[in-house]
Structure formats: structure tokens, C-alpha cells
């Protein structure tokens, strides 16, 4: 029987992962539905549901439409009880939660998507400004998040959000793609968001999606390092 709730995503987007975190925290149940944006008439089936064609999108029972991962956090911890709450009830824990969650979309997440799908071109077309200027960035965050995250277990302490949703995907991404391992604190944040059981339920799904990417690059002659 099909769920009142109904999640476009694919397993290795960033942005799903962080979304698909929240869920499993929640314990909020769900039907998924993979989309490959990568496919031609996957694409084009998809743009039909949602005409901007990005991921995650949940959609209603009612057919309304939730696009954006914060913000379909953001719902998900208003209409559901059940599980982790994400967004503090205390207006200033949220205000820092909100704040942290757009730090890692917007300063980690997205150097990191400029480094790894620049990988992906020709030799000819690669932006190595844009990488530097990439992984600039990343060097401010990771010394950034490093000194906020000694002592605590998570973003805002002892009380895990949203935030710690947002950081672990594309942290998990960077541990080889640019990785942070001179960071000991950021280091053993990883570690932790790595054995949340929601986290875990992420990574096993998207490892068969892993795998045959990484197939399929260590095939072609622009491997990217």
C-alpha cells in the first residue's frame, strides 16, 4: 500500500541524503521514488512533477508539493512527533541550527560539488580557479567547524538538529574528495554521524549506487583524482 508521503530523490545526491537522514530520525515512513536526473527520459518524466527538475521533492497526499531539503525538514519536524526532534523548540538553539544548516549546504556542500563533478570533464574544460577558489573555502570551513566542534557532540552540543543532518553527507563525500583528516575534531564528528543508525540506513542504500559509479569512472580515460 502506497504511503501518504512520497520522496523524489536519488540515493547519491547530497541534498536527498540529508533529506532521507531526517526521515529515518523521524522514523516517519515514506514511498520512494528514485529519480536519475542523469537519464534522459528519467529527466523528462521528472520535470513533469516538478517543472525546476532538482531533488529531493515530497510530495503530499493532498498532491502538495515540498521541495528543498531544509525546508522539507522543516515540515517533516512541525507535522511529526515521532522520533529526533531537529529544530529546537528554543528559539535561539533554532536560530543557530538554521544558521549551521545553511553553512554546510552553502560553504561545504556546494565547494564540494564544484571539486567532484569538475573531476567528471575533459581535461580541456576543467575549472581550476573554481576548484581553488572551492577548495578555499573548504580550508575556512573545516578550521571553522573544527575549533566550533571541540567539546561537543554535535553542532549545537549535546542536542542533535538539522545541522548534523546537513553536514553529514557531503562530509562523507569530502573524506576522499577533499579530505580533513588534519581536523582530529571534525574528524571524530564524522565518526559519530557515521554511527547514527539513520545515517547508516543512507550509506547502505546508496553504497550499490557508489559502487557502480565508480565503475563506471575507473572505465573511462577523465577518471576523476
Not at 520522496?7 to 529519480?35: C, D, M, N, W
Not at 512533477?49 to 531533488?55: A, E, F, N, Q
Not at 542533535?160 to 580533513?180: Q, T
Request: charged share 25%; glycine share 4%; net charge neutral.
Amino acid at each position: 500500500m502506497e504511503k501518504p508521503l512520497k520522496l523524489y530523490y536519488h540515493p547519491l545526491s547530497t541534498y536527498s541524503q540529508k533529506t532521507l537522514f531526517a526521515l529515518h530520525e523521524k522514523g516517519v515512513s515514506f514511498t520512494p521514488e528514485i529519480v536519475d536526473l542523469m537519464n534522459p527520459e528519467g529527466r523528462a518524466a521528472y520535470v513533469k512533477v516538478y517543472p525546476m527538475g532538482k531533488i529531493p521533492l515530497l510530495t503530499l497526499e493532498d498532491g502538495w508539493a515540498i521541495p528543498e531539503s531544509s525546508i522539507i525538514i522543516e515540515y517533516l519536524d512541525t507535522h511529526f512527533d515521532s522520533g529526533t526532534r531537529l529544530i529546537p523548540e528554543d528559539k535561539d538553539l533554532a536560530r543557530r541550527c538554521r544558521f549551521h544548516d545553511r553553512q554546510f549546504d552553502l560553504y561545504v556542500n556546494e565547494p564540494f560539488t564544484k571539486i567532484f563533478f569538475d573531476g567528471f570533464r575533459p581535461e580541456a574544460e576543467r575549472d581550476a580557479k573554481g576548484v581553488a577558489q572551492a577548495k578555499e573555502r573548504l580550508d575556512l570551513m573545516y578550521t571553522y567547524f573544527d575549533k566550533l566542534l571541540a567539546g561537543k557532540t554535535w553542532v549545537l552540543g549535546e542536542t542533535f538538529s538539522m545541522a548534523d543532518c546537513a553536514a553529514a553527507p557531503c562530509l562523507g563525500y569530502l573524506r576522499s574528495a577533499y579530505p580533513y583528516t588534519a581536523y582530529a575534531n571534525l574528524e571524530a564528528y564524522w565518526g559519530r554521524l557515521a554511527e547514527r543508525p539513520a545515517f547508516k540506513k543512507v550509506l547502505a542504500e546508496a553504497e550499490p549506487h557508489i559502487a557502480r559509479l565508480m565503475s563506471r569512472t575507473a572505465s573511462t580515460p577523465s577518471n576523476p583524482a
